[in-house]
């Protein structure tokens, strides 16, 4: 059964970058069946999907999001990562790292909370 | 962009009771259409997908239907591990999108 774990900072202050790491055990990250996908919850809110990556390094993302989004894939370490760059307060948010399959998302981490705050 | 919405917004029901919620997608989405739960604190669970598929392990009593634009979530037969949030998905086309959530919460 495929495991994935966020891992990266709690807390960052306005303008500065969000990075988060998703490490994913149990199952390939370079399975022809998978993309992978990051998806974030404002506290007390409503899901929004952020981006998703192949194993190719192919990636999508939500405009919403402009272009402060990078998402890149490490299959050597087994890792997808997520950049967001500039961040502010609304971008305060639980972050999770998800696997697509048939466009919904089917295995979860179990979501890390990050703040932004001065 | 696709706007999905539920309803309704919270609902609340017995142990034994049948729900229906509700899901409404601002353009047709065939059946690109998935039910996720939150329980406070844990990641959502994919309890549906293709609009009616059983995701494995989830149990029969979850019940999903529709395609184009309508879609609907049923529980047959409330236990009192289903009280919790429910969201709707879109996969039909970038951006995804989901739902603003039914809480459904015990009588």
């Known amino acids: 059964q495929v495991q994935l774990q966020e891992s990266g900072p709690g807390l960052l202050k306005p303008s500065e970058t969000l990075s988060l790491t998703c490490t994913v055990s149990g199952g390939s990250l370079t399975s022809g069946s998978y993309y992978w996908s990051w998806l974030r919850q404002p506290p007390g809110k409503g899901l929004e999907w952020i981006g998703y990556?192949?194993?190719?390094?192919?990636?999508n993302h939500n405009p919403s999001l402009k272009s402060r989004v990078t998402i890149s894939v490490d299959t050597s370490k087994r890792q997808f990562s997520l950049k967001v760059r500039s961040v502010t307060a609304a971008d305060t948010a639980v972050y999770y790292c998800?696997?697509?399959?048939?466009?919904?998302?089917?295995?979860w981490g179990q979501g890390t909370l990050v703040t932004v705050s001065s | 962009d696709i706007q999905m919405t539920q309803s309704p917004s919270s609902v609340s029901a017995s142990v034994g009771d049948r729900v229906t919620i509700t899901c409404r997608a601002s353009?047709?989405?065939?059946?690109?259409l998935a039910w996720y739960q939150q329980k406070p604190g844990k990641a959502p669970k994919l309890l549906i997908y293709a609009a009616s598929s059983l995701e494995s392990g989830v149990p029969s009593r979850f019940r999903g239907s529709g395609s184009g634009t309508d879609f609907s979530l049923t529980i047959s037969s409330l236990q009192p591990e289903d009280f919790a949030t429910y969201y709707c998905q879109q996969g039909d086309s970038v951006p995804y999108s989901f739902g603003q959530g039914t809480k459904l919460e015990i009588k």
């Open positions: 353009q047709s989405i065939s059946t690109w």
């Open positions: 998800a696997r697509v399959r048939s466009w919904s998302f089917d295995s």
């Open positions: 990556i192949y194993h190719s390094g192919s990636t």
